[in-house]
C-alpha cells in the first residue's frame, strides 16, 4: 500500500483563499478490493437495515412482531382492557396463568395462556375461531400497511411453540406453577325444578313464604375436576356480615344440571343442598355461602369479606 498526496498548483490555492475556503488536501490510500461507498450522501444514513435477529418463538420477538403491531391498535388491547399488549411485561403478565374474560361455551379454555399446553390456551383459540359464534376471530381489525393476513400461519406456529415450550418470560424462566381457589360460575336457586326469578342479574332470588329451595352451584378450578373438589359446605345466615359455624354442613355431589350462569350461557351444576324454609316469612332474607377446598386452597369461602357486595346479594333469597 503507498500514498499519493495532490499537491494544489499556487494560483488555484490563492484562488480558494481569496474564495473563503481552506485548503484541502486529500489523502487516498490505494488499497485491494473495491472502493468503499460514503455510506452517508446528503447526512442520510442509507445503509440497509441489520437482518432482523428477534426470535419470534419468545415473548420478546412475538410481541414486536404480532402483539404490539397488530393487537394493541387504538380501541383495541391497548390498555383499555385485558390482555394489554403495550408492553413486552403487560403482555406476559395479562396472558400467562390469567383466567379469560369470555369463556368458551363447552367451557374447555379456562386460562388465555396455559404453559405447556397451548392446545389448552385461549389465545391460540381466539386467533382460530369464532368464539361462541360471536365474537369474531383475532385480530378483529388490522392497520392498512399490516402484512399479517399474509404471515398468519406463521405467527400461529411461533405462539404455539413458545407457549409449548413453557410460556418463559422476557429472562427465560418458566413461570412457576400456580394454582387458583374454585372460582364461581353461577348460583340457582329451585322449587319444583324451575330457577326462581331475579328483579336483576345480582339481585337476590325471589320466593315464596314456606317454599324449600334446591341450591344448585357452578364452579370452575384451574388444576382440580369440579367433581373432585373436598369439603365442600354450606352455611346460611339471616345477617351477610355473621354466619354460624353450626350451621355448616355438606353439599350432594351431582348429578349435574346444565343451567344458565352469570354470564348466561349454559353452566354444569354439580354440587346441591335442599335448604328448609318453611319457618321464614314474609321479607325474610336468607345469604347463603359455600365454603369449597381443591388440591392446594384449602376451605376457600365464596362469597367471603373481600367479595364484592353484589355477589352477596347473588347467593341470597328473598322471601315474598
Same mark, same amino acid.
Given at each position: 500500500?503507498?500514498?499519493?498526496?495532490?499537491?494544489?498548483?499556487?494560483?488555484? +490555492?490563492?484562488?480558494?483563499?481569496?474564495?473563503?475556503?481552506?485548503?484541502?488536501?486529500?489523502?487516498?490510500?490505494?488499497?485491494?478490493? @473495491?472502493?468503499? #461507498?460514503?455510506?452517508?450522501?446528503?447526512?442520510?444514513?442509507?445503509?440497509?437495515? /441489520?437482518?432482523?435477529?428477534?426470535?419470534? =418463538?419468545?415473548?420478546?420477538?412475538?410481541?414486536?412482531?404480532?402483539?404490539? @403491531?397488530?393487537?394493541?391498535?387504538?380501541?383495541?388491547?391497548?390498555?383499555?382492557?385485558?390482555?394489554?399488549?403495550?408492553?413486552?411485561?403487560?403482555?406476559?403478565?395479562?396472558?400467562?396463568?390469567?383466567?379469560?374474560? #369470555?369463556?368458551?361455551?363447552?367451557?374447555?379454555?379456562?386460562?388465555?395462556?396455559?404453559?405447556?399446553?397451548?392446545?389448552?390456551?385461549?389465545?391460540? &383459540?381466539?386467533?382460530?375461531?369464532?368464539?361462541?359464534?360471536?365474537?369474531?376471530?383475532?385480530?378483529?381489525?388490522?392497520?392498512?400497511?399490516?402484512?399479517?393476513?399474509?404471515?398468519?400461519?406463521?405467527?400461529?406456529? =411461533?405462539?404455539?411453540?413458545?407457549?409449548?415450550?413453557?410460556?418463559?418470560?422476557?429472562?427465560?424462566?418458566?413461570? $412457576?406453577?400456580?394454582?387458583?381457589?374454585?372460582?364461581?360460575?353461577?348460583?340457582?336457586?329451585?322449587?319444583?325444578?324451575?330457577?326462581?326469578? =331475579?328483579?336483576? *342479574?345480582?339481585?337476590? /332470588?325471589?320466593?315464596? $313464604?314456606?317454599?324449600?329451595?334446591?341450591?344448585?352451584?357452578?364452579?370452575?378450578?384451574?388444576?382440580?375436576?369440579?367433581?373432585? +373438589?373436598?369439603?365442600?359446605?354450606?352455611?346460611?345466615?339471616?345477617?351477610?356480615?355473621?354466619?354460624?359455624?353450626?350451621?355448616? $354442613?355438606?353439599?350432594?355431589?351431582?348429578? /349435574?344440571?346444565?343451567?344458565?350462569?352469570?354470564?348466561?350461557?349454559?353452566?354444569?351444576?354439580?354440587?346441591?343442598?335442599?335448604?328448609?324454609?318453611? *319457618? &321464614?316469612?314474609?321479607?325474610?332474607? $336468607?345469604?347463603?355461602?359455600?365454603?369449597?377446598?381443591?388440591?392446594?386452597?384449602?376451605?376457600?369461602?365464596?362469597?367471603?369479606?373481600?367479595?364484592?357486595?353484589?355477589? #352477596?346479594?347473588?347467593?341470597?333469597?328473598?322471601?315474598?
Amino acid at each position: 500500500m503507498k500514498s499519493i498526496i495532490h499537491n494544489t498548483p499556487f494560483n488555484s +490555492l490563492k484562488n480558494l483563499i481569496l474564495g473563503g475556503f481552506s485548503l484541502v488536501m486529500l489523502v487516498a490510500c490505494e488499497s485491494e478490493g @473495491p472502493d468503499i #461507498k460514503n455510506p452517508y450522501p446528503n447526512g442520510k444514513d442509507t445503509l440497509p437495515r /441489520a437482518k432482523d435477529t428477534w426470535n419470534y =418463538r419468545t415473548i420478546q420477538g412475538l410481541h414486536a412482531g404480532l402483539f404490539k @403491531p397488530t393487537c394493541a391498535n387504538s380501541g383495541c388491547h391497548d390498555g383499555n382492557f385485558e390482555p394489554d399488549f403495550r408492553t413486552v411485561e403487560s403482555s406476559y403478565y395479562s396472558l400467562v396463568n390469567q383466567p379469560v374474560t #369470555k369463556p368458551d361455551l363447552g367451557g374447555k379454555f379456562g386460562y388465555r395462556v396455559v404453559p405447556f399446553s397451548a392446545s389448552n390456551s385461549m389465545l391460540p &383459540h381466539r386467533m382460530t375461531v369464532d368464539l361462541n359464534g360471536n365474537s369474531g376471530i383475532m385480530p378483529l381489525s388490522l392497520e392498512s400497511n399490516s402484512n399479517y393476513p399474509l404471515e398468519k400461519d406463521s405467527w400461529r406456529v =411461533r405462539l404455539n411453540d413458545w407457549i409449548n415450550a413453557g410460556a418463559k418470560d422476557w429472562l427465560g424462566k418458566v413461570p $412457576v406453577s400456580v394454582d387458583f381457589p374454585p372460582q364461581i360460575l353461577g348460583v340457582q336457586f329451585l322449587v319444583n325444578g324451575s330457577p326462581l326469578f =331475579r328483579a336483576g *342479574k345480582y339481585e337476590a /332470588a325471589q320466593i315464596g $313464604v314456606g317454599q324449600s329451595p334446591e341450591i344448585w352451584v357452578s364452579l370452575s378450578d384451574d388444576n382440580t375436576a369440579i367433581s373432585n +373438589l373436598k369439603n365442600v359446605t354450606i352455611n346460611w345466615s339471616t345477617d351477610p356480615s355473621k354466619f354460624d359455624a353450626t350451621n355448616e $354442613v355438606p353439599m350432594r355431589a351431582g348429578p /349435574a344440571k346444565n343451567m344458565n350462569g352469570l354470564l348466561g350461557s349454559g353452566c354444569e351444576y354439580y354440587w346441591n343442598y335442599n335448604y328448609n324454609g318453611s *319457618k &321464614h316469612i314474609e321479607n325474610d332474607v $336468607v345469604w347463603f355461602r359455600i365454603t369449597v377446598s381443591d388440591s392446594k386452597n384449602t376451605d376457600y369461602t365464596i362469597p367471603n369479606s373481600n367479595s364484592m357486595f353484589l355477589l #352477596k346479594t347473588y347467593f341470597a333469597i328473598k322471601y315474598k
